[in-house]
Every structure is written in structure tokens, then in C-alpha cells.
């Protein structure tokens, strides 16, 4: 792949600028113009040429943009192979937040679960504007390297999983891993700086955050920067978490939930109980935030992040409550909680460990999936995917799980 692109990698795009001399209502302009500059026509072909090419190689970044972003979604996977600047920019949160400016990314849910000869990803299409669901799609991913995809059954439900633009991030106990859905590869990352299992994990500003999930690490926020492919630590939790979940949104990361762990950060460490609380970590001002408990206790579940919420499932023994928290920083509601419907179970789910709670942002939706023994959970043919409209505030069945999706993680891919 070469470094920059030249004209012809660019004509076609370039192609709606120029007028069809085929078009009848151009003809007699095209002609007026070709006899007026004939006299100039070999004085300037050579320089029309080099100033051609020289402008198409050296157009700036954001003009480049503001064209890539017209361009439909299943070619900019080909955009990505003509030349590495087009990767990077392709790549760029600038990108991304043009096209959702203009309406223009889709939500796709993302399911992986580890196969025989490397893993299955089934995916769930939103459309944008009225996000419409689809049927599960699934298909089977057989990687050329199987020196760190060898164990996928053991490090890929115990994974956490984080999405920027095309690009799905697997981060386990001793490894990391990059799919990228364009390109259609995965390659090992740099791991994290101390072994982590059930720790938090979200996005902000395109960079990947973490916590907690740790009895021997110390309680750090650790960074991890796609670029320089480096994880840093960049500030003291204030308290060890083990088993709890992340969220973000409005810059700030929300590690929620999870075992209190009492005493020094070695093995020996008692994880006491569960708490019903959050902390929030303002990444840009390198600041902790005022920590907020969850209203009427029980332990956190799950918890994600809609259109400037979090939203937080706990539970009490057989008992689910449904929490949304209102993120938005510049707003005068911030900090404020509110009980949200409860997805109504045909019967009781009981919380005993053996059942796996998957809730994902999408858009200005929210899906749940259940699954329980490594298997999607079924009983009296009940769908086991709801689907939360937060504009109508209901509960609503999702298509199921395909049942050859075991042990699944779930995440969201917006692009």
C-alpha cells in the first residue's frame, strides 16, 4: 500500500464534478468553451496535467473528509486499501463524527462467540434513521495466525470488548486483539500493563479506558491509545472493583458495580460484597467526579450507555430493576436517576452466576441479551433479546440469538 494516492486512485470520485458532454443542455457551452481556449490548448495541456496531479496528491485532510463521507457505506472498506494516509483518515474520530452528523452511520451489534477453526460473528443491523431491526447475520472468521487465537475458548468469554469505527477490540487477561470488519483481519495488540478478568471497560475520544477486575493489580485507570498501540496509566481509582462494568459518555468514564475488594492488592484480598455504585473518572480534566450509588441497592448486572444515559440493570436474588442515570454534563438534569420499565420475563430468571447479561447501546435503543450455561437461554420458546426504546420507554422481543451462539459477547459497532 503506498503512502499517498495519485489521480487515478481519485478520478472516479471526482467524476460528479465535471459536466456529461453527452447532456443536451451542456453541448452548446462545452463547444463555446473548446473554441474560445483551442489557441491555449497545447500552451497549457502539459501544466494542466502537472497541477492536476499535484492537487489531487496534495488536497488537505478535511477536504478529503467532507468527500469520504458521501461515500456509501459498503465502499469504504475498498477507500481503505488505496493508499495509507486514506486508511488513517478513514479511520479518524473526524470521519466518524462527520457521518454522524449527517446521519450517516449505521449500528451494527456485534455477537462473537470462538469456533473450531477461529470464531463466529453474527451481527444485528439498525438502521439509522428509524432504526428498524433486522434478523441475526452470522458467518464464520478463520484466521491465518493461530498462535494467539489457539485458546479462543478460554480467553474470548472472559474478554471485554470495545469498538471504534470498524474496528472491534478484544481485551483479555494476556491479550489483545484487533478485528477490523473492513479489512476483514485481526492481529495481536500490545496486552494490558496487569493481568485483568471482569473489569471495566469503555471508549472516550477514541481511546480505550479500563478498571478494576483485579485482586493483585492496583487500583489504576489504565489508557490505552489505537495510534501508538501503548497502554499508560493514567490515574489512581479510588477504590478496587472486581467484576464490574464501564460505560461513557459526555468525556466521562463510568466504572459501575462489581465486588468490593477490602484490604491490600494481593491474592489474598476479600471481596467483601456487592456495591451498588459508580465511579465517574472525567478523562479530559484528569479528575474522579462525586461517586453516585445506584437507588435501591442490590448488585449491578449490566449497565451501558444511550444517547447521553447510562443505564444500569441490578438485581435483588430473583428481582430485576431497570435504572437510567442522566449523563449529560450540560444539562440541568445531570446526576439525577430515574426508574425505568423492567423487561417483563414470562418467569423468573434466577441471578445465580450461571446467567450472562449482555446490554448494549445502539443508537436511542437498548438490547438486552441473556444466555446462561455457554448457551443462548430459552424457556417456553421466550425470546431471551429485548430491544429498550428509550424515546417510547417499552420493552419490546428482539430476534433471537441464532442457537450455535454460545458463550457470546456483545458490543456495538457504529460506522
Given at each position: 500500500?503506498?503512502?499517498?494516492?495519485?489521480?487515478?486512485?481519485?478520478?472516479?470520485?471526482?467524476?460528479?464534478?465535471?459536466?456529461?458532454?453527452?447532456?443536451g443542455n451542456c453541448k452548446s457551452s462545452i463547444r463555446a468553451s473548446a473554441t474560445r481556449n483551442h489557441h491555449l490548448h497545447h500552451h497549457r495541456q502539459s501544466q494542466s496535467l502537472t497541477t492536476s496531479s499535484t492537487t489531487l496528491s496534495s488536497l488537505p485532510d478535511d477536504l478529503l473528509l467532507e468527500c469520504f463521507v458521501r461515500v456509501?457505506?459498503?465502499?469504504?472498506?475498498?477507500?481503505?486499501?488505496?493508499?495509507?494516509?486514506?486508511?488513517?483518515l478513514l479511520h479518524s474520530p473526524s470521519f466518524f463524527n462527520l457521518r454522524r452528523h449527517q446521519n450517516r452511520l449505521h449500528n451494527t451489534v456485534y455477537a462473537l462467540t470462538p469456533s473450531a477453526s477461529g470464531f463466529i460473528a453474527s451481527t444485528l443491523t439498525f438502521e439509522p434513521l428509524d432504526y428498524t431491526i433486522f434478523a441475526w447475520n452470522t458467518r464464520i472468521y478463520v484466521p491465518t495466525d493461530y498462535v494467539f487465537l489457539g485458546n479462543l475458548y478460554e480467553y474470548l468469554p472472559q474478554s471485554r470488548l470495545a469498538s471504534i469505527g470498524p474496528r472491534i477490540f478484544v481485551i483479555g487477561r494476556y491479550a489483545t486483539l484487533r478485528y477490523d470488519i473492513w479489512t476483514d483481519s485481526i492481529i495481536s495488540l500490545s496486552r494490558m500493563l496487569a493481568p485483568r478478568k471482569k473489569f471495566a471497560c469503555a471508549v472516550v475520544s477514541g481511546k480505550i479506558y479500563i478498571a478494576g477486575g483485579s485482586l493483585c493489580a492496583a487500583a489504576t485507570v489504565d489508557e490505552y491509545d489505537p495510534d501508538s498501540n501503548k497502554w499508560r496509566v493514567v490515574s489512581r481509582a479510588p477504590r478496587l472493583r472486581y467484576g464490574c462494568t464501564g460505560a461513557s459518555a459526555d468525556g466521562v468514564f463510568y466504572v459501575i458495580g462489581g465486588l468490593k475488594i477490602d484490604g491490600p492488592p494481593t491474592g489474598a484480598a476479600d471481596a467483601q460484597m456487592y456495591m451498588s455504585s459508580m465511579d465517574l473518572y472525567d478523562v479530559e480534566a484528569r479528575v474522579w467526579l462525586r461517586s453516585r450509588a445506584v437507588p435501591g441497592g442490590g448488585c449491578v448486572i449490566a449497565a451501558c450507555a444511550a444517547v447521553g444515559f447510562i443505564y444500569v440493570l441490578t438485581s435483588h436474588a430473583v428481582e430485576m430493576s431497570f435504572w437510567r442515570f442522566d449523563a449529560r454534563r450540560r444539562h440541568g438534569g445531570f446526576g439525577e436517576w430515574s426508574r425505568m420499565k423492567t423487561p417483563q420475563l414470562a418467569q423468573p430468571v434466577r441471578l445465580d452466576g450461571s446467567i450472562k447479561f449482555s446490554l448494549v447501546g445502539v443508537g436511542n435503543k437498548v438490547m438486552l441479551a441473556l444466555m446462561k450455561n455457554g448457551?443462548?437461554?430459552?424457556?417456553?420458546?421466550?425470546?431471551?433479546?429485548?430491544?429498550?426504546?428509550t424515546v417510547a420507554g417499552d420493552w419490546s422481543c428482539g430476534p433471537d440469538l441464532p442457537e450455535y451462539i454460545p458463550r457470546a459477547t456483545c458490543v456495538n459497532l457504529e460506522c
Open positions: 500500500m503506498s503512502e499517498s494516492c495519485n489521480s487515478r486512485h481519485f478520478s472516479w470520485l471526482m467524476k460528479s464534478c465535471f459536466p456529461n458532454p453527452h447532456d456509501p457505506s459498503d465502499s469504504l472498506s475498498t477507500l481503505c486499501f488505496v493508499c495509507r494516509r486514506w486508511s488513517r448457551r443462548v437461554l430459552r424457556a417456553s420458546d421466550e425470546r431471551f433479546v429485548w430491544i429498550y426504546d
